[in-house]
Nanobody
Framework: QLQLVESGGGLVQPGGSLRLSCAAS????????IAWFRQAPGTEQEGVSA??????????YYSDSVKDRFTISRDNAKSTVYLQMNSLKPEDTAVYYC??????????????????WGQGTQVTVSS
């Protein structure tokens, strides 16, 4: 059974940092696109970052709202994907989800292209 489990969320002050983890079980990350999404109350789900295996290396993508502040990475040996979040802002407050789909081209930030989802982890940025 394919499962994704996020962890690492919490309360942090503006300007602080958090690192989210997404542990995969039942499959390896090799050959899968992985992405992070977030959803704040009353808003639509937003694609934050994505990672896809490509020609022996990993390609990464970011939304404009987090570019240069967030970094996605993966450890295939540990079947874990990370989202390092720096310079956090109150508007980053949301439930963060990781998602996966078998590689079928470039990773996207569209939720409809992912088949497997974690349960989410809450990130709150507040003083």
């Amino acid at each position: 059974q394919l499962q994704l489990v996020e962890s690492g969320g919490g309360l942090v002050q503006p300007g602080g940092s958090l690192r989210l983890s997404c542990a995969a079980s039942g499959f390896t990350l090799i050959g899968y696109n992985i992405a992070w999404f977030r959803q704040a109350p009353g808003t639509e789900q937003e694609g934050v970052s994505a990672s896809s295996p490509y020609s022996g290396r990993t390609a990464t993508y970011y939304s404009d709202s987090v570019k240069d502040r967030f970094t996605i990475s993966r450890d295939n040996a540990k079947s874990t994907v990370y989202l390092q979040m720096n310079s956090l802002k109150p508007e980053d407050t949301a439930v963060y989800y990781c998602a996966a789909s078998r590689y079928n081209g470039r990773a996207t930030l569209s939720p409809s292209t992912y088949d497997y989802w974690g349960q989410g982890t809450q990130v709150t940025v507040s003083s």
